[in-house]
């Protein structure tokens, strides 16, 4: 039975916070003063993000060095995933997380990952599995932007690379490994990583990881693992596998469903019905009306993903693709390169629905309607990320009817008609800011005042 992030987290919470309580009155915050924060995100967040219990990062007793590259990294509260799993994955309790796609969950397992790494002792001691090789990227980013002030070794090794440069670091100090599942195997059955003493494992996209797609790899690693070791499970789907490979390898796994509703509150959905030669001409209409920070847009097929992208260029907007048969080195560029805000848009595969965070997207489009509910559940949630507002757009053919249906009735959510003009501040970042504390102390949206200008401007 999946128990909602309740009593035993308080209960657990409240100690860190009864002990950090009284430190936190005689140690000195002269600290945070020092620390290069980026600029506050003053977009509004949904309770996705701030339906939280009001616990803060210091009250866990993490280190100040891991404290300060939490801070750094923009971070100002712990989510409601990160408040739940944060002190439980810190006792060294074996978890399973259910949360929705955005929400923190790299947070809630790397914070607690970085705070048990002891840096004197020389060898592989956590290892992140992801699904796909751009997620393993991220992660380690991530990983190495939180520990920047932390004597950690970090590495990150996926398939499609040279096994030189891996075998090369791993001849050094490695702490933690961030790993896509072949490759790591293929590493451990080498004995180039020497997991002996890693008794830290998180599967990040577990569903995944569990598909027909990895099977029997993950049986394998932790085959190689020490007993006495603990096992973090995150995702925002929990199919039967997952029930299967809980019984065989967890142990009293703590278990957390922050799962009420399948769809992120942030992301309004709508759909077009398009006959299949008008879906460019609708496309090229969209971009000309809507307000696009970035978006990705998703097609059902390698090919059709080329096509397109060709077809975007010649109607004169900026535009990259990027797909699994793509060689590596130049889908790590892409990726880099949108992350870096150098695109308006990206056409894909399905190779990025799993947990790729790009702030900047506030639109995706659904090119090609996908054929099951987890599929588009986590191509929505590429917008909308950490709490924040976005639109995901389907284009609808006759075909795509009842997929559509089904795919509404699975996830009870509510895929509506796209009107003629989308409200801005259903996903403009502009017109969702708040703003900075006044003199009465309260803060003031702006975001009323700006769509009342802006409809009487259209």
């Not at 048990?116 to 796909?132: E, F, W």
């Not at 190495?144 to 398939?159: A, D, N, R």
């Not at 077809?311 to 900026?318: A, C, D, F, V």
């Not at 099951?372 to 929505?380: F, G, M, S, V």
Request: aromatic share 6%; with cysteine.
């Amino acid at each position: 039975m999946l128990i909602m992030a309740g009593v035993m987290v308080e209960n657990m919470s409240s100690n860190f916070v009864s002990s950090a309580g009284t430190k936190s009155n005689i140690i000195s915050e002269e600290w945070k003063l020092e620390l290069k924060m980026p600029p506050k995100d003053r977009r509004i967040k949904t309770a996705d993000v701030t339906n939280t219990k009001g616990i803060e990062f210091e009250d866990f007793c993490l280190q100040r060095e891991l404290l300060m590259g939490i801070f750094e990294k923009g971070w100002e509260k712990p989510s409601p995933i990160q408040e739940a799993s944060i002190p439980i994955a810190l006792s060294g309790q074996d978890v399973l997380a259910r949360a929705k796609n955005g929400t923190g969950k790299t947070g809630a397992y790397s914070i607690p990952l970085l705070e048990r790494l002891d840096p004197g002792k020389k060898y592989i001691q956590g290892m992140v599995i992801v699904p796909t090789r751009e997620l393993a990227l991220q992660t380690s980013q991530i990983c190495v932007e939180l520990s920047k002030h932390l004597p950690l070794k970090i590495m990150v090794t996926t398939g499609g690379t040279d096994l030189k440069d891996d075998i090369m670091r791993l001849s050094g100090t490695v702490h933690l490994v961030i790993a896509t599942p072949g490759r790591i195997l293929d590493l451990m059955d080498k004995n180039i990583a020497d997991v002996n003493n890693c008794k830290m494992l998180v599967l990040d996209e577990a569903d995944k990881l569990l598909s027909q797609d990895f099977k029997g790899m993950l049986d394998r690693i932790i085959g190689m693992l020490p007993k006495e070791r603990q096992i973090m499970l995150f995702s925002a789907t929990f199919p039967q596998t997952v029930e299967q490979f809980m019984k065989k390898h967890l142990q009293k796994p703590y278990e957390i469903n922050l799962m009420e509703e399948l769809t992120l509150l942030g992301v309004t959905q709508y759909y077009a019905f398009v006959q299949e030669k008008q879906k460019v001409h609708c496309l090229n209409t969209l971009f000309r009306k809507l307000q696009i920070n970035q978006s990705i847009i998703f097609c059902n097929s390698t090919q059709r993903v080329e096509l397109l992208a060709k077809k975007i260029t010649e109607l004169g907007y900026s535009c990259y693709y990027i797909h699994s048969r793509m060689a590596q080195p130049h889908r790590n560029r892409v990726f880099h390169d949108f992350r870096q805000g150098h695109c308006r848009n990206l056409v894909c595969s399905d190779l990025l629905t799993r947990g790729i965070d790009i702030q900047a997207v506030n639109v995706v489009i659904n090119f090609d309607f996908p054929r099951n509910a987890e599929t588009y559940l986590h191509r929505i949630g590429r917008s909308g990320r950490f709490g924040h507002l976005g639109i995901a757009i389907n284009l609808i053919t006759y075909e795509d009817r009842f997929p559509l249906h089904r795919i509404e009735q699975e996830l009870q959510t509510e895929i509506k008609p796209i009107p003629k003009a989308i409200d801005p501040k259903l996903y403009v970042a502009e017109y969702q800011m708040e703003k900075e504390e006044g003199e009465d102390g309260e803060i003031e949206s702006t975001a009323t005042t700006k769509t009342e200008t802006t409809s009487k401007e259209d």
